[in-house]
Structures are given as structure tokens and as C-alpha cells.
């Protein structure tokens, strides 16, 4: 049971290239959503899905586009990248996004550096 | 809206010492509060949880109470552990919210 799947591990950027962070999982999770750590800042929230075909923003959407086509995978897309969006990236399911009762599982990050 | 404020770090203690780490919340209604750790190069796991005032969170002997009158959720372990090095998170939901609001990380080492 892999659980939660990101890839790449580690991206060096351009501004200006734009690139997809891949996330899937194996769970049958219905929500799916992507982080950003920052230093001293904790996680934020990007883009969250309560089941496929279904997307909503999160706290810190701008500058990021995201689909569900299938309960499995949940891929992030950096449109034109710029040097702000330098970040370690985590995506995260649960069952069913009851947060309040359910935990999440974190994949093992992606490492963003825009130049 | 929504905040929760860690005690800063890093923290170093030497192993079989007492932790604390301190946990303020700022959240609308009754939050469901929680503990993440952090292992070098991992993702976030969850630690404990607590989901109404009084609760206690427990797991791998580390603890924490849920304090509704000083919104607190401060994590205590009696005796740590070199394993134990990691970043700790706290972090909240409040009511039928999709996102967690997470702290900004603290950063423990045990020493030998």
C-alpha cells in the first residue's frame, strides 16, 4: 500500500517555465488537496477536491490550477512560475474530508526552486 | 479568521528530559485541534488529536490536553527520546471547514 505518491522529489524552474507536480493515491480517498511550507509560516492551502470532477481554492490559490479527473490523482499545475512560488509542495487525503474527525496523509513533498 | 500561534524554536534538549512545546488557538465555535510531527525529508504524519474541550490527545507518550478556557493544546512528553528530533506542528479545524490551519512549526533536536 504506496498511500500517498508525489513526484518529482526535487524541481529547478525557470520564471516563466510552467510544470505539473504529479500527486496520486491509492486509498480511495475522496478529498485530495495541495500545501505549501514556507519557512516560518507553516502549511497553507492551495487547492482542495472533494471527489472527482470537484475543485475548490484554498487559502493560497493564485498563480496555481488544479483537475480531478479520477479519485486517484490530483495534479497541481504551475502556469508560469515565478521566483515566490519557490516552496516545498505536500499533497494530502483523507476518506472524505470530515477534517474535523478524520487525519490526513501527507505524501513526502516536492522541493520547488524558481530562479 | 482562524490562527494558531507555536511556541518559536528550535528547541535542543538532551535525551530522558521534559518536553513542552506551547500551542495557542484563535477559532470560531468548538475546533478540533491536532498535533503533526515532521520527520527529516517526510511528510507530515498526525501525532494526536483532540476533537471538543477536555479531550486528551495521546500517542507514542506524548500528550495533550484540550484547554477551552485558555485555548490551549500544549504538547508534553515526559521523557524524549533522540528518535523524537523532528518538527512538531500544531494546527486546527473548526467546524465543517476543508482546510486545517496550521501552526508555524517547531523545530526539536535530542541530543544523546
Known amino acids: 500500500n504506496a498511500g500517498v505518491t508525489q513526484t518529482p522529489k526535487f524541481q529547478v524552474l525557470k520564471t516563466g517555465q510552467s510544470m505539473t507536480l504529479q500527486c496520486a493515491q491509492d486509498?480511495?480517498?475522496?478529498?485530495m488537496s495541495w500545501y505549501r511550507q514556507d519557512p516560518g509560516m507553516g502549511l497553507r492551502l492551495i487547492h482542495y477536491?472533494?471527489?472527482?470532477?470537484?475543485?475548490d481554492q484554498g487559502e493560497v490559490p493564485n498563480g496555481y490550477n488544479v483537475s480531478r479527473s479520477t479519485t486517484e490523482d490530483f495534479p497541481l499545475r504551475l502556469l508560469s512560475a515565478a521566483p515566490s512560488q519557490t516552496s516545498v509542495y505536500f499533497c494530502?487525503?483523507?476518506?472524505?474530508?470530515?477534517?474535523?474527525?478524520?487525519?490526513?496523509?501527507f505524501g513526502s513533498g516536492t522541493q520547488l526552486s524558481v530562479l | 479568521g482562524d490562527s494558531v500561534t507555536q511556541m518559536e524554536g528550535p528547541v535542543t534538549l538532551s535525551e530522558e528530559a521534559f518536553l513542552t512545546i506551547n500551542c495557542t488557538y484563535t477559532?470560531?465555535?468548538?475546533?478540533?485541534l491536532f498535533w503533526y510531527v515532521q520527520y527529516p525529508g517526510e511528510g507530515l504524519q498526525l501525532l494526536l488529536k483532540?476533537?471538543?474541550?477536555?479531550d486528551k490527545g495521546s500517542n507514542k507518550g506524548f500528550e495533550a490536553t484540550y484547554r477551552k478556557e485558555t485555548t490551549s493544546f500544549h504538547l508534553e512528553k515526559g521523557s524524549v527520546q533522540v528518535s523524537d528530533s523532528a518538527v512538531y506542528f500544531c494546527?486546527?479545524?473548526?467546524?465543517?471547514?476543508?482546510?486545517?490551519?496550521f501552526g508555524s512549526g517547531t523545530q526539536l533536536t535530542v541530543l544523546p
Open positions: 477536491s472533494v471527489g472527482a470532477g470537484i475543485t
Open positions: 494530502a487525503s483523507s476518506t472524505n474530508g470530515r477534517l474535523q474527525y478524520e487525519k490526513l496523509f
Open positions: 486509498m480511495n480517498h475522496e478529498y
Open positions: 477559532a470560531t465555535g468548538y475546533p478540533s
Open positions: 483532540a476533537t471538543k474541550a477536555d
Open positions: 494546527a486546527l479545524v473548526s467546524g465543517s471547514a476543508r482546510q486545517l490551519t
